[in-house]
């Protein structure tokens, strides 16, 4: 049901996306992309993501604020996302670090990323905003947060989900009543509190907040004048309207969208080559639980025009066959055998090749011969006949980065460094 009866409230919001972030926790995935821009599911980008929960939560003007590394990003925006038009009222902006308002600053953090850009946004005249993190991944309608901060008539309403206690001193914990108004509100504390009645679950921002538009900006101005603020949502904005004001959580299962009667709410920060590895991994399951195939709310990315994948080979032991495994477009399986895996797109495998447990970024090619297992390989990585990764766990941790879980990150560099 919709909040006012007639027109829902994300007609009159705008979505802000937060994507700057360097994700260094990724690793060498992050030496030449922001993590947002880093390359998630078969043929999507992590933040894909949040921009398809905007698009089909009805949001239509979206704006993304990019810093690090931006140009895998940009590009990424400008191909896949260039199909909002003005004349429909909507908009897609793309708002690298300019120093629009100082000379010598680029964005100092996550509040002033939106502080930069009052003017522009102020233009659109959005009666409402929608922060996101560009680099999660998960499904959410946010038309039902929208719908709480209305009734509850609060300064911000806070994205938050249950996790466990001892994974959740890296996020912002929350305490609140029995009317989800935040009580306090503590940044990555090393000893998170417990949730009322569930003593090892803590109740965790998702760095995911809605604000009606005037009462943003009037916050932003003010933390733009203290000399002492970080100029951070979750360390600055956050804690002061907490204090100060009233602040709401969301429980995201209210709002989270769920593959027909799965009971699971899919959130996934993968911020570490384990947690991204795991992540793309489990969508090979028979009944994952972030269904890719859900047409009624689609991930849209940028749609690479690509020939269909191609099985080529019937001979014993030269067989192009994959099982259990996800194969995009333009990917060749050629005599070689794949399990378990997700091969994004063009990727070549040639004859005798044995691949498990992989996670191969686009336009891989993996040479005659070559056995790998729990690996993740970068974009555009050669990897030579013959090569055994996975087998060797001393070897491996000379070669490549290894992970604590034993799983092997690939690159150029790495394997050039092979022949040295």
């Known amino acids: 049901m919709r909040a006012d009866g007639n027109t829902s409230l994300t007609r009159h919001a705008l979505a802000f996306v937060l994507a700057g972030g360097r994700g260094s926790r990724l690793m060498e995935l992050t ?8 390359y998630f599911g078969g043929k999507s980008r992590i933040i894909d993501f949040a921009l398809s929960n905007a698009m089909n939560s009805g949001i239509r003007r979206i704006a993304v604020a990019t810093q690090y590394k931006a140009h895998s990003l940009i590009r990424h925006l400008q191909m896949g996302w260039n199909f909002f038009r003005p004349e429909r009222n909507e908009s897609f902006d793309i708002l690298p670090a ?26 659109y005249g959005a009666r409402y905003i929608v922060v996101l993190a560009g680099d999660h991944v998960y499904k959410m309608d946010y038309e039902f ?12 309403t806070i994205g938050c989900l249950e996790m466990p206690r001892e994974e959740s001193s890296g996020f912002g914990i929350m305490d609140v009543d029995d009317q989800d108004v935040i009580r306090s509100f503590l940044e990555k504390p090393a000893d998170p509190p417990a ?14 907040y809605v604000f009606d538009t005037k009462f943003l900006f009037e916050e932003l101005r003010r933390d733009a004048n203290d ?32 593959s027909g009667n799965d009971p699971r709410s899919y959130w996934r ?64 399986v050629s005599g070689a055998s794949l399990r378990r895996s997700l091969l994004f797109t063009g990727v070549h495998l040639h004859s005798w090749a044995k691949v498990e447990n992989a996670v191969i970024l686009p336009y891989v090619d993996v040479g005659e011969s070559a056995r790998l297992a729990n690996v993740v390989i ?8 013959g090569l055994v990764v996975g087998e060797d766990p001393e070897l491996d941790a000379k070669r490549f980065r290894v992970t604590e879980q034993g799983i092997c990150l690939i690159t150029q560099a790495m394997i050039d460094g092979l022949a040295r």
């Open 227 to 258: 000399p002492n603020s970080s100029h951070d949502f979750g360390k600055d904005i956050i804690p002061h309207i907490v204090k100060h004001g009233r602040a709401v959580a969301h429980q995201f299962s209210r709002s989270c969208v769920r």
């Open 98 to 123: 300019s120093q629009r308002v100082s000379e010598t600053n680029w964005y100092l953090g996550t509040a002033d990323a939106i502080y930069q850009n009052i003017d522009i946004i102020d233009g």
């Open 31 to 38: 030496d030449r992309r922001a993590k947002p821009a880093v």
């Open 378 to 385: 970068d974009r555009g990585v050669q990897i030579p006949d």
């Open 269 to 332: 920060d993968v911020g570490t080559v384990d947690a991204y590895w795991a992540s793309n991994i489990d969508l090979t399951d028979i009944l994952p639980e972030l269904d890719l195939y859900d047409r009624s709310w689609p991930i849209w990315t940028h749609a690479e025009i690509t020939p269909p994948a191609k099985f080529v080979h019937d001979e014993e032991g030269r067989r192009g066959e994959a099982v259990t495994s996800l194969v995009s477009g333009g990917c060749i």
């Open 145 to 156: 947060m929208l719908q709480q901060h209305v009734q509850q008539r609060a300064d911000v």
């Open 195 to 208: 949730m009322p009645g569930k003593p090892d679950k803590s109740l965790a921002s998702m760095g995911i």
